[in-house]
T-cell receptor, first 113, second 113 residues
Framework: AQSVSQHNHHVILSEAASLELGCNYSYGGTVNLFWYVQYPGQHLQLLLKYFSGDPLVKGIKGFEAEFIKSKFSFNLRKPSVQWSDTAEYFCAVNAGGTYKYIFGTGTRLKVLA | SAVISQKPSRDICQRGTSLTIQCQVDSQVTMMFWYRQQPGQSLTLIATANQGSEATYESGFVIDKFPISRPNLTFSTLTVSNMSPEDSSIYLC??????????FGPGTRLTVL
């Protein structure tokens, strides 16, 4: 069965620190990959997505993610985090040709001012 | 992107009662889903709401417990029946765009006493 693993459940960083959140999935076929963010008190928002092409994708608010097919990974990065990045981040996988999304367990990021 | 609203935004219910959650989208969409997000956990797909036919339920979810209606392409309801404290959760409606991006509603926070 398809699954998505996010290894970091809680991350605490100081402002200006670099961020990398891990995401690994298990599925052998074509996949679409997503990162969603949920700010405190707000609903889930799409941060970035990968369907095909350049494996390094850029999203909103300075986030980027790299798809490494050989490692079944889609890690999220940001060179310098801000206090406003405090949120929960979810990785999701969608098997190509379907509309069903599988979500990871989420990573709670807290950025200290 | 689609704008999704849900009603109610939150509710506190007694054990054994039922609650119907409404989801309204500002445009016609083909794919509409219902998710559950339990405290500290990720999103779990409950079912796909199909317009004009019965919903398609995921493993572990049944129609008697979570009846779903989808009378048209912009509206759906999810009922949580015969509630128990284990049903306390956030229930989310989502839609998929033509570009295979999933957008989420603000969620309904349900507490069952």
């Amino acid at each position: 069965a398809q699954s998505v693993s996010q290894h970091n459940h809680h991350v605490i960083l100081s402002e200006a620190a670099s961020l990398e959140l891990g995401c690994n999935y298990s599925y052998g076929g074509t996949v679409n990959l997503f990162w969603y963010v949920q700010y405190p008190g707000q609903h889930l928002q799409l941060l970035l997505k990968y369907f095909s092409g350049d494996p390094l994708v850029k999203g909103i608010k300075g986030f980027e993610a790299e798809f490494i097919k050989s490692k079944f990974s889609f890690n999220l990065r940001k060179p310098s985090v801000q206090w406003s990045d405090t949120a929960e981040y979810f990785c999701a996988v969608n098997a190509g040709g379907t509309y069903k999304y599988i979500f990871g367990t989420g990573t709670r990021l807290k950025v200290l001012a | 992107s689609a704008v999704i609203s849900q009603k109610p935004s939150r509710d506190i219910c007694q054990r054994g009662t039922s609650l119907t959650i409404q989801c309204q989208v500002d445009s016609q969409v083909t794919m509409m889903f219902w998710y559950r997000q339990q405290p500290g956990q990720s999103l779990t797909l409950i079912a796909t709401a199909n317009q004009g036919s019965e919903a398609t339920y995921e493993s572990g979810f049944v129609i008697d417990k979570f009846p779903i209606s989808r009378p048209n392409l912009t509206f759906s309801t999810l009922t949580v029946s015969n509630m128990s404290p284990e049903d306390s959760s956030i229930y989310l409606c989502s839609v998929v765009s033509l570009y295979n991006e999933q957008f989420f509603g603000p969620g309904t926070r349900l507490t069952v006493l």
